[in-house]
């Protein structure tokens, strides 16, 4: 099957330091990469879409500026948390779709995840 | 806007019990998808549905679609420590294209006790 990772699984930060999040599909290329924010026994709560060779589309209520997303090639995509605080920790998880194959499934498949600390 | 309404939230049961997991929408999904998580891990993707009424079954997993494509049940027979996590239903929404862009429910923690 199709796989996605992410690096790191977790870190620890102090804050206000930026913090760097990679998503890369292995084994197949995704035009479209979205990024999601989970927090402790509750579903994902979708970030943004990361378009490749575009910029971001950020749902409502995600700051831009201050989680950066670029999606530079068709196998990565990077979420950066900028100038982090305690607040901002949390379960960040990536996800990416295939490019072409059956139009509509709307299969994703997800990184491992990354578990942001921020002291 | 499109909502996904999951339940149980929080299911708790005993080794060898039945269980339903239930996701509905007054709305038309192309496909369905249901993911289980473990803590600390990314989702897995268990099945698809695509087909109005379809049944699909994956060992004690029997996934449902209905017939209008705006719900699906998840139910496990015979319930096994092993099958404890979070269970995520995900649809495709009907008009939009395909973004890959999913609707998901707010999940289903599903405790199965020894």
């Known amino acids: 099957g199709a796989v996605v990772s992410q690096h790191p699984s977790r870190v620890i930060c102090k804050s206000g330091t930026s913090v760097k999040i990679e998503c890369r599909s292995l084994?197949?290329?995704?035009?479209?990469m979205f990024w999601y924010r989970q927090f402790p026994k509750q579903s994902l709560m979708l970030m943004a879409t990361s378009n490749e060779g575009s910029k971001a589309t950020y749902e409502q209520g995600v700051e831009k500026d201050k989680f950066l997303i670029n999606h530079a090639s068709l196998t990565l995509s990077t979420l950066t948390v900028t100038s982090a605080h305690p607040e901002d920790s949390s379960f960040y998880i990536c996800?990416?779709?295939?490019?072409?194959?059956?139009?509509?499934?709307?299969?994703?498949?997800f990184g491992e995840g990354s578990r942001l600390t921020v002291l | 806007t499109q909502l996904l309404e999951q339940s149980p939230q929080f299911l708790s049961i005993q080794e060898g019990e039945n269980l339903t997991v239930y996701c509905n929408s007054s709305?038309?999904?192309?496909?369905l998808q249901w993911y289980r998580q473990e803590p600390g891990e990314g989702p897995v993707l268990l099945v698809t549905?695509?087909?109005?009424?379809e049944v699909k079954k994956l060992k004690r997993l029997t996934f449902q679609f209905g017939d209008a494509r705006k719900d699906s049940s998840l139910h496990i027979t015979a319930a096994q420590p092993g099958d404890t996590g979070l269970y995520l239903c995900?649809?495709?929404?009907?008009?939009?294209?395909?973004?890959?862009?999913?609707?998901f429910g707010q999940g289903t923690t599903l405790q199965v006790k020894p």
């Open positions: 996800s990416a779709t295939r490019t072409g194959g059956y139009y509509g499934t709307g299969e994703l498949f």
């Open positions: 709305s038309v999904f192309s496909s």
């Open positions: 549905v695509v087909t109005g009424g």
């Open positions: 084994d197949f290329q995704a035009t479209t």
């Open positions: 995900a649809g495709a929404p009907h008009f939009g294209g395909n973004t890959g862009k999913l609707i």
